[in-house]
C-alpha cells in the first residue's frame, strides 16, 4: 500500500497527507491505526490523528504549530478554520503589549 500521510514523531497529533485525501478515504498510520478523513484534504495538508480538544497544542514534525480553536476529531482536516499557529498568537501578544 503506497504511503498517503506523513507522521514523524509519536507526540504528533496530525499527519501531514502527501498527495490529498478525499472525504471517505481511509489511511494507515504506521501503528496500524486507520484513519478515515473527515474532509477532503488537499495535498500537504494536515490530517488530525488524534481528538484535539479546543485550546490544545497541535504538534507536527514533534514541534508545536500553534491551537485548537475548536475540537477536532480524529480524520478532521487541521487548517486556519480550526487552528490559530503559534505565529498568530505572538502576533497578537504584541498588538495587546502596544495598546
Known amino acids: 500500500m503506497k ?3 506523513i507522521k514523524l514523531c509519536a507526540k504528533d497529533n496530525v499527519a501531514i497527507v502527501i498527495s490529498g485525501l478525499e472525504k471517505g478515504a481511509a489511511v494507515n498510520l504506521a501503528d496500524g491505526i486507520t484513519i478515515t478523513a473527515l474532509n477532503d484534504i488537499p495535498k500537504s495538508h494536515k490530517i488530525a490523528i488524534a481528538n484535539i480538544q479546543k485550546g490544545e497544542m497541535v504538534y ?3 514541534e508545536e ?3 485548537a480553536t475548536q475540537p477536532i ?3 478532521e482536516w487541521v ?3 480550526n487552528l490559530d499557529s503559534l505565529d498568530m498568537m505572538q502576533a ?3 498588538q495587546e503589549d502596544i495598546v
Open 92 to 94: 497578537s501578544k504584541k
Open 79 to 81: 487548517h486556519t478554520h
Open 73 to 75: 476529531t480524529i480524520g
Open 65 to 67: 504549530i500553534g491551537y
Open 60 to 62: 507536527r514534525y514533534c
Open 3 to 5: 504511503k498517503k500521510i
